[in-house]
């Protein structure tokens, strides 16, 4: 069993940076793919961001994200975050961290959320 604690969010103007944290506990985030996805008021939660455990931290990312954010790992400290650059208003939302061992279709493991709020 793998418990997940999101942490870092938080209130920014339009244009700023934050990093997101997302913590392991329970067990090591050895073999496990982790996400980050995101809901805003509203909307259905969308994919935001995954790096694989295998072949170096294969990254992927939305096209909404993609070039300003910027998801890592540390697997010896059981943490996985996201880089959040150029921040707009439409990034607002709950973001979440979720895992699954990468052979899972779907993920299984999700964290309570953190609120990002970008004001315009």
């Known amino acids: 069993q793998v418990q997940l604690v999101e942490s870092g969010g938080g209130l920014v103007q339009a244009g700023g940076s934050l990093r997101l944290s997302c913590a392991a506990s329970g067990r090591t985030f050895s073999g496990y793919t982790v996400a980050w996805f995101r809901q805003a008021p509203g909307k259905e939660r969308e994919f935001v961001a995954r790096?694989?455990?295998?072949?170096?931290?294969?990254?992927y990312y939305s096209d909404s994200v993609k070039g300003r954010f910027t998801i890592s790992r540390d697997n010896a400290r059981n943490m996985v975050y996201l880089q959040m650059n150029t921040l707009k208003p439409e990034d607002t939302a709950v973001y979440y961290c979720?895992?699954?061992?990468?052979?899972?279709?779907?993920?299984?493991?999700w964290g309570q959320g953190t609120q990002v709020t970008v004001s315009s």
């Open positions: 790096t694989i455990y295998w072949n170096g931290g294969s990254t």
């Open positions: 979720a895992a699954k061992l990468i052979t899972d279709t779907d993920y299984n493991y």
